[in-house]
C-alpha cells in the first residue's frame, strides 16, 4: 500500500511540478498585448509598431503582417476566427478597428472614432458574431462599442447605458482580458486606478485588490466554466501595481458567489500580473513583466514557473495549448 501511495504521489508531482513556458522564435522586438489562439496550432498576436503576427504550425514558424499606413499604431488587442480572419484595435489617435479575411494580406477599417480622449483596451467575442470592445472613460461613461455581425460592422452603446467611472478610474489595456463574456449575453469588465471595481453588465462592485494610485488596481478577469449555456459565479480576478512588479500586496482575489464575498490566496502570484486564464475546471496561469504562476486549486494557491515576464497569456479556443506574449517580441507556450 505504501509503495502504491508513493507511486501515485510521483505521478502527480511529475504533472504539477513539470509545467514551464518554452521560448518560441520571435524575429520581431514589438511588445505584445494582443494574443488569440483560435486552435493548437493556430495563434495571432498583436502589439506595438504596428505588429501583428501568425502562426499556423504551432508556433515554430511566424507570418509577419504589415497593415498599411499604421506602422507606428499600437494593436493592444486581437480576436481571431480562423486562419483568415481577424479582428485588430489600434488603442488611440484615433481610435481604429480593423479586420482582415484573407490571413492578413489586405486590413479593412470598420470603426474609427476621433474623439478626443479616445483610448480602447480590449475586445472579447461571445461567438463568431457577437463581440465588444470597451475603452477608457469619456465623460465620466466607460466607452462601449458593439458588433453583431462578426466584427464587420460597430456600433456605440450611448452614454446613459454605459457604467458611470469614479474620478481617477479607468481600465489597464494590459492583455485584452480585463473584459470577459459569459453565459449567453453577459459580460463584465474590470477597472483600476484610483477606483478598482468590477462591473458585471454595468452593475458596479468593489474590489479588495491593491487601488488608489494610477499604477494600481485589476488587469485581468477570468472565468470558470465559461461556456455559453449558462452563467458562472467563479471569479479570479488579478493585478497589483505595476510600477512595483513584484509586490505581491492585495493582487489576486477569487469569488465563488459572483463578487458578493471575496477570498484572498494563502499563497498569491509572485507579483503584478496583467493577464489570468483558466486552463481547465481548476487549472489557471497568470503572467505579468515579474514572472509567470500556475494555480491547481482554482487560483488559492500558486507557485511561480518562470521569471520570464510576460503581458498575456491565453488558451486555444478550441483545443488544449496555452501560449503567451510579452515585451521584446517574446512569445511562449505552456509544456507539461
Not at 41 to 51: A, D, E, R
Not at 167 to 175: Q, R, V
Not at 181 to 186: E, L, S, T
Not at 252 to 276: E, H, L, Q, V
Request: proline letters at 4%; glycine letters at 12%.
Amino acid at each position: 500500500m505504501r509503495l502504491l501511495f508513493t507511486i501515485i504521489i510521483l505521478a502527480f508531482g511529475t504533472s504539477v511540478f513539470s509545467q514551464k513556458v518554452v521560448p518560441l522564435n520571435s524575429t520581431v522586438k514589438a511588445s505584445f498585448r494582443g494574443l488569440s489562439v483560435v486552435d493548437d496550432k493556430t495563434v495571432w498576436v498583436s502589439g506595438s509598431n504596428g505588429t501583428v503576427g501568425r502562426s499556423v504550425d504551432a508556433g515554430k514558424t511566424w507570418t509577419w503582417l504589415p497593415v498599411p499606413g499604421f506602422e507606428k499604431r499600437d494593436f493592444r488587442d486581437i480576436e481571431a476566427f480562423d486562419k483568415s480572419t481577424a479582428v485588430i484595435i489600434a488603442v488611440d489617435a484615433p481610435a481604429v478597428i480593423l479586420k482582415t479575411i484573407d490571413g492578413g494580406k489586405t486590413w479593412k477599417t470598420v470603426y474609427e472614432n476621433h474623439t478626443p480622449g479616445m483610448f480602447l483596451d480590449a475586445m472579447e467575442f461571445w461567438d463568431d458574431e457577437n463581440g465588444i470592445v470597451v475603452g477608457d472613460p469619456i465623460n465620466g461613461k466607460f466607452f462601449i462599442v458593439r458588433s453583431f455581425d462578426g466584427g464587420n460592422a460597430w456600433t456605440d452603446v450611448p452614454a446613459e447605458n454605459a457604467p458611470a467611472a469614479d474620478s481617477g478610474e479607468a481600465c489597464f489595456a494590459a492583455s485584452g482580458t480585463n473584459v470577459r463574456v459569459f453565459g449567453r449575453n453577459k459580460a463584465c469588465l474590470v477597472s483600476g486606478g484610483q477606483h478598482s471595481r468590477l462591473f458585471i453588465n454595468g452593475s458596479p462592485i468593489d474590489l479588495p485588490i491593491i487601488q488608489g494610485t494610477q499604477t494600481t488596481g485589476a488587469n485581468s478577469i477570468a472565468i470558470r466554466d465559461n461556456n455559453k449555456l449558462k452563467d458562472s459565479d467563479y471569479f479570479v480576478v488579478v493585478g497589483g501595481d505595476f510600477s512595483k512588479d513584484t509586490l505581491k500586496e492585495r493582487n489576486c482575489f477569487i469569488t465563488k458567489d459572483g463578487g458578493k464575498t471575496w477570498i484572498a490566496p494563502a499563497t498569491p502570484p509572485n507579483g503584478y500580473r496583467s493577464c489570468i486564464e483558466f486552463t481547465d475546471k481548476n487549472k489557471l496561469i497568470t503572467c505579468g513583466t515579474s514572472g509567470v504562476d500556475i494555480s491547481n486549486d482554482g487560483g488559492l494557491n500558486w507557485r511561480n514557473i518562470s521569471k520570464e515576464g510576460y503581458h498575456v497569456c491565453r488558451k486555444a479556443k478550441k483545443g488544449k495549448a496555452v501560449y503567451l506574449a510579452g515585451g521584446k517580441g517574446r512569445i511562449g507556450v505552456l509544456k507539461l
